[in-house]
């Protein structure tokens, strides 16, 4: 164990009751099941209200997270939302988390790098913590998706679900621990996977709602070329870096975006399928909250066990990537 290692000691996940299956999307718009789950592995997804914000699920995830290390709000150093969907462009969602579970000693603030945000907000806790600056980190990646999904849009709309999940990490102090973190982008890749209006560069207007420009858009086959390439290097460069072979990993918990780009992550370190935590046929791309999700049911599954290597892995818009290995 390294000196101010940190390790994961809580996890908890947040989905809406509502579930949006392949058969109901079949009644919205031209697609059908077997389409869907030929071409992305999904089945159903879960749907928030239009009373639920990212900060709601987020709580929700937080509270189970906290109990599970046994940590009280007001023990909370720092609380880190990774999320593409907050509930206002400012104050943070994590100041509203911060206010919903009365975290009235911590610092709060919110990250973008979409889909790869709980990778990147798990590599800021851990290096905080290895500073000796900060010893209890909450990371949640929270995302209500299908309030910017355009249901109008056939390649699009099947994909996405909504969801929150939560870690809190804190010093190591046995035989569990972060080993290494591993965050790249490519700015150059902007245009593939982006929401193009509500900010500076396009605000709201009537032209731009018109134009529905408040939706996502997304190149779907550049972006599976590059999603692919970009989570197999921050694998290898993880995994490469630590001294770690694949071979020695217990499980890869990918970002749950497509089976095919995880079946071909998968391909791409030489690992086979039953080391691959898979849960998108219930979830959708729940974006930031995918991995939080998939770590939490990976544990309650029993498909890890102490001591073993796992290595969380993703890709998002911007274009980003990024890996954490651990030992549970």
Same mark, same amino acid.
């Given at each position: 164990m390294q000196k !101010?290692?940190?390790?994961?000691?809580?996890?908890?996940?947040?989905?809406?009751?509502?579930? *949006?299956? !392949?058969?109901? *999307?079949?009644?919205?718009?031209?697609?059908?099941?077997?389409?869907? @789950?030929? @071409?992305t592995g999904m089945s159903e997804r879960h749907i928030a209200d239009e009373n639920t914000a990212s900060s709601d699920l987020s709580t929700q995830a937080a509270t189970i997270a906290l109990a599970e290390a046994k940590l009280k709000p007001k023990q909370l150093d720092m609380i880190i939302v990774a999320t593409v969907t907050p509930d206002t462009l400012f104050p943070a969602t994590a100041c509203y988390v911060q206010k919903n579970l009365g975290a009235v000693n911590a610092a709060a603030f919110d990250i973008n790098a979409a889909c790869s945000g709980f990778i990147y907000g798990l590599t800021m806790a851990d290096a905080f913590i290895r500073s000796g600056f900060y010893k209890n980190i909450l990371v949640i990646g929270a995302e209500i998706l299908t309030k910017i999904t355009d249901w109008t849009d056939r390649a699009t709309c099947v994909l996405f679900g909504d969801g929150a999940g939560a870690a809190v990490v804190q010093p190591a102090n046995g035989g569990s621990e972060i080993l290494k973190t591993f965050i790249k982008s490519d700015g150059r890749l902007t245009d593939l996977l982006i929401l193009p209006a509500g900010g500076s560069r396009i605000p709201a207007t009537h032209e731009s709602v018109d134009k529905r420009l408040h939706y996502l858009r997304m190149e779907g086959q550049e972006v599976f070329k590059y999603a692919v390439k970009a989570m197999g290097d921050a694998a290898i460069e993880t995994l490469k870096s630590a001294g770690v072979s694949s071979d020695e990993l217990a499980l890869l918990i990918p970002h749950q975006a497509n089976i095919r780009i995880i079946q071909a992550t998968a391909r791409r370190i030489k690992l086979p399928m039953e080391k691959v935590m898979v849960n998108v046929d219930r979830y959708g791309n729940t974006s930031a909250a995918s991995i939080p999700i998939a770590l939490t049911e990976s544990i309650q599954q029993g498909r890890l066990k102490r001591g073993d290597y796992c290595l969380l892995v993703s890709f998002g818009g911007g274009f980003t990537m990024g890996a954490v290995l651990f030992k549970y």
């Open positions: !101010n290692s940190s390790m994961i000691t809580g996890l908890g996940y947040a989905v809406p009751e509502k579930v *949006l299956t !392949n058969f109901d *999307l079949e009644k919205m718009v031209d697609t059908s099941d077997e389409w869907i @789950r030929t @071409r």
